[in-house]
């Protein structure tokens, strides 16, 4: 056979194994992480939930998922032990040398106008036209009397209360 034609097969037997080599540590590396964890770690699960370990089963773990509230999950639920510092910064918002660079958002919206109108009323305010296309156009007649009355009050398929066919 040409080793041409092998070569293919070849390529493609090697990477797999690279892959199943990598996709091993991975679960290698996961699993060394749950035998680790220790009451009072803070993690989040696979499904990006955040709590703190009560106790550690042999297939299970305790979570405190809320001050009082405990959740029993599969030790393969859990995504990631975090650091201290990490699982305070997320949950509650901790941090010693955080500092925020972004302008803060008002809670309201009268800091966003403009300031020529902020010594106007709401009243007085300008606002801004909107052209929509349209062009002023005449109002429309208004509908004659007909036979039997206004013509607006003739059924658009001009059978008459009663009469076959009619709803």
């Not at 979570?63 to 959740?71: K, M, N, Q, S, Y």
């Not at 639920?77 to 918002?93: F, K, S, T």
Request: aromatic residues 2%; glycine residues 10%; proline residues 7%.
């Amino acid at each position: 056979m040409n080793l041409v034609t092998l070569l293919p097969f070849i390529v493609l037997i090697g990477a797999m194994f690279l892959m199943t080599r990598s996709a091993k540590k991975k679960q290698q590396a996961a699993a060394q992480m749950r035998d680790h964890m220790a009451p009072g770690a803070g993690v989040r699960t696979i499904g990006g939930m955040y709590a703190t370990v009560k106790e550690v089963g042999e297939d299970t773990v305790t979570l405190e998922v809320a001050p009082g509230v405990h959740a029993i999950y599969a030790k393969n639920a859990i995504g990631a032990v975090l650091e201290d510092a990490e699982y305070n910064r997320i949950v509650h918002g901790a941090s010693d040398d955080l500092t925020i660079d972004t302008p803060v958002v008002p809670d309201d919206a009268s800091s966003l106008t403009l300031d020529k109108d902020a010594d106007k009323g709401a009243d007085e305010a300008e606002a801004p036209k909107l052209d929509l296309g349209k062009k002023d156009e005449p109002a429309a007649e208004e509908p004659k009397d007909g036979p039997t009355g206004p013509k607006g009050d003739e059924p658009k398929d001009g059978k008459a209360d009663g009469e076959a066919g009619a709803k």
